[in-house]
């Protein structure tokens, strides 16, 4: 089944204590995103990757690290998580990032607390 | 920069009522337009889409046209059913600015009761 893959459902975790939150992809797309959403914010983009190696910031960067050393592979890392990054996250990725498929497939998210 | 307003919500509506949830856009260029909904307890789905002027997305029943005149693109059912329960969210990509970024609206949540 095609789909993206992300882990843990759930997250609880306290201030400073680095947390790696997994995604995978088994679509062979070559665009992958990272989003926050947050109640009336709507979904903010994070991190996006155009292809393995290649990574760009989105809206809201900060307190985050991405890397794409694979095609399947997009984990987000926070160094030092802080409460303000208590937010459910979603992963999505895409066939192309040239615009010939704008549909994104999302992951079903990860409930991120950080006490 | 480019933006998406929609309708803040909830919505709360009776089984088989019209539903419109507007949407606006500002964008240099000639983005496309998206209609995403997301149910409860999953990721978001891409509903309906638009990719030119007058063009009418369609899917599920809902419908929605890309109105540049008046930078609309608002999302409409006849008959809503109770599992149409969901939080709905315009978005728009313009390949005129940046490459790879989908911007959202806020999303508005509906509530569908039988």
């Known amino acids: 089944e095609a789909q993206v893959t992300q882990n843990p459902r759930y997250l609880i975790t306290v201030t400073g204590k680095k947390l790696t939150v997994t995604c995978s992809q088994n679509?062979?797309?070559?665009?992958m995103s990272w989003y926050r959403q947050d109640p009336g914010l709507g979904l903010r983009q994070i991190y996006y990757?155009?292809?393995?190696?290649?990574?760009d910031k989105g809206d809201v960067p900060e307190g985050y690290k991405v890397s794409r050393k694979e095609k399947r592979n997009f984990p987000l890392i926070l160094e030092s998580p802080s409460p303000n990054q208590t937010s459910l996250y979603f992963c999505?990725?895409?066939?192309?990032?040239?615009?010939?498929?704008?549909?994104?497939?999302f992951g079903s998210g990860t409930q991120l607390s950080v006490l | 920069g480019d933006s998406v307003t929609q309708m803040e919500g909830p919505v709360t509506l009776s089984e088989e009522a019209f539903l419109t949830i507007n949407c606006t856009y500002t964008?240099?260029?000639?983005?496309?337009l998206f209609w995403y909904v997301q149910y409860p307890g999953e990721g978001l789905q891409l509903l309906l889409k638009?990719?030119?002027?007058?063009d009418k997305g369609s899917n599920k029943g809902f419908e929605a046209t890309y109105r540049k005149e008046t930078t609309s693109f608002h999302l409409e059912k006849g008959s809503v059913q109770v599992s149409d329960s969901a939080v709905y969210f315009c978005?728009?990509?313009?390949?005129?600015?940046?490459?790879?970024?989908?911007?959202f609206g806020k999303g508005t949540k509906l509530s569908v009761k039988p």
């Open positions: 990757s155009m292809n393995v190696e290649v990574t």
């Open positions: 978005a728009l990509m313009n390949y005129g600015g940046s490459q790879g970024n989908l911007i």
């Open positions: 638009a990719t030119k002027a007058d």
């Open positions: 964008a240099t260029g000639y983005p496309s």
């Open positions: 999505a990725s895409s066939p192309t990032s040239t615009g010939l498929n704008e549909k994104l497939f």
């Open positions: 679509m062979n797309h070559e665009y």
